[in-house]
């Protein structure tokens, strides 16, 4: 039924941890489509932790919200009327939309997703930017050679969890941190990690790594900062590559954080650490998407979603990555069914 529309605003900067203030449920009239653009009834829409930053008043890589925005992110959805010659109604696309049951599409930015290379969740993580963050970000930053041990920490997440089996497929030793038994056996168990570390129920984790990762540590993909980077940070090896992709432990703080200075640990082993941004590979999205989807179809990667059912608790599953509910990429669910 095409008569209304609901729609998420960001109603309120948050102050550290971000709560249900920051969001409010706006129904209200479908939009129109204008020429060049799509409008698509959501199925499956994204969140993501660099939304923490758009919502604080500060210049960054992706641009602040002013309160009162629609809250904006990745969507799977159906068209269901198109002002573009590439696309018509019915067709599935996944592209930037908007927390609501009815978003407009730029059509030139969207691109065609196929049910039968994977689900449609998938779009938004394996086969989305997240999966595209892991294989740049690994390939390119941390450059794994055969028999390295890669450290990924965050591993049991939507880039995470694509880094480790690409490492893995490359002839590396993968170790992962992450919060729970649960992810910890989904990693070692289902995905071929070598090793995983529940951070949550050890209190040493430089002990905990001259368990897992005996031989040092060559490349680590660091998707959450804060003491497990620290540690990391003691155990690596000669020329090892760091690749900063996420900082997820500091998303809330209110200040640049201090503490123990790390930074006297990569002198002796010559260490590079460098910091990635998934958009700057934007010409070779391509290339990614079919190697990922080459992947995923001969079963070479795995991947999981965790769903979280209807719009009106999108703010809920956003919330939830700061406590560790996702297991693989987090979406929800609008209209999963279509139509
Ligand atoms: P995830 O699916 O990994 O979800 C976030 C996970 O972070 C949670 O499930 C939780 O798992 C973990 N986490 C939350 N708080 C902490 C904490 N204080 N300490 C340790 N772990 C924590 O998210 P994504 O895969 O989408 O993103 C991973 C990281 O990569 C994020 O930091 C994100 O901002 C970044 N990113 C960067 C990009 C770039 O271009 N640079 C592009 C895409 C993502 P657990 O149970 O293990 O704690």
Redesign the pocket.
Known sequence: MRDSNREWVFAQRPDGEPDMDSFELRAGDVPEPHHGELLVRVRYLSV???M??RMRDAES?AEPWDVGDVMAGAVVGEVVESESDAYEAGDLVTGNGTWADYSVLDADSVAPVDPSVADLPAYLGVLG??GR??YF?LLEVGEPKPGDTVVV?????????VVGQIATLNGCRVVG????DE?VEWLTEDLGFDAAIN??QVDDYRAALDDAASDGVDVYFD??????TDAVFTRLNLDARVA????????NDEGVPTGPRKLPQLISVRAKVQ??????YASRFEEASERLGEWVAAGEITHRESVVDGLENAPDAFL???????????VVAVSADGL
């Open positions: 993501d932790p660099y923490r930053g890589y930017m997240p963050t892991a970000g920490s965050g591993a049991a997440g939507a880039v995470g969890s941190f992450a919060g729970t992810k951070y949550k998707n959450v900062g804060g003491p497990i900063v992709c996420g900082q997820i432990a500091h998303y910091g990635l941004l998934v958009g700057d939830g990555l700061f406590a560790g509910d996702n297991i693989g990429k987090q």
